[in-house]
């Protein structure tokens, strides 16, 4: 006879929660990872640089250097100022962009694309005024407006100052530009007049009839004939072995 537990005796199934199958619990939810506001900045842009040897206002870099400096008004279509950029690095050349504060506010992350793509950019005062008709506390109000937006959108206050409406500034207005902690004003020795639309040709015949080694050329953005007259300049400039780069680099010896 077997006994009570035997071999010949089933077992009863064992029933219970603790002896169920547990399914495992999904893990936590990864934290998302935010992504930067535009216009945040990002490592600290140059700040202004004194030239030593070199006037208050900058025309021109030396003449014996070949290579010209590239600089553009910030203002307008911002897809115009991209395509600008693009049509820059596609070449391999490096611009300076001098921009207005107004322009800043409307398209903040604009600020950083010029930096990534290692172009200077500095302040064209906050709202393209005539500048050297301004009283003092109006035109240094223009000048350090458009600082403290480029202070707010990369960390400086951008590496130089142009002065608007005007080729060459007053000495009042020079003065109220080293107050704000910019060492020199930056002028230009050829204007490309794009900003009057005369088409691309034409564009590129003023620039390249009176550009020479250490040239600085005035230049907007916001005009479709500038994004035309872009890659033939950039290949008439390395024909004449004249590399576009921007003015810190052009007076840095």
Known sequence: M??????????????????????????PPRPRRRRAAPGRPGRPAPAPRRFAGRPVEIAHGPRERPAV??????????????????????????????????WLDAHPDLARRILDGGHDLGNHTQNH?????LPEAEAYAEITGCALRLKRLT?????????????????????LAQRAGYPHVLSYDVDSLDF?????????????????GGSVVSLHFGYADTVDAMPPLLEELARRKLRAVTTTELLTP
């Open 196 to 212: 009057t639309s005369p088409g691309a040709a034409a564009v590129i015949r003023t620039v390249t009839g009176t550009i020479q």
């Open 69 to 102: 400096a590239l600089t553009f008004h910030g203002n307008g279509d911002p897809a115009l100022a991209r395509a600008v950029l693009a049509e820059a690095e596609r070449a391999g050349a490096r611009v300076t962009v001098l921009a207005i504060g107004a």
């Open 2 to 27: 077997r006994g009570r537990g035997g071999p010949g005796r089933p077992h009863r199934r064992l029933r219970g929660r603790a002896h169920r199958r547990r399914t495992p619990e999904p893990p």
């Open 129 to 133: 005024v005539a500048i050297n008709s």
């Open 155 to 175: 960390g400086s206050i951008g590496t130089w100052f142009r002065p608007s409406q005007t080729q060459y500034a007053s000495p009042l207005v020079r003065t």
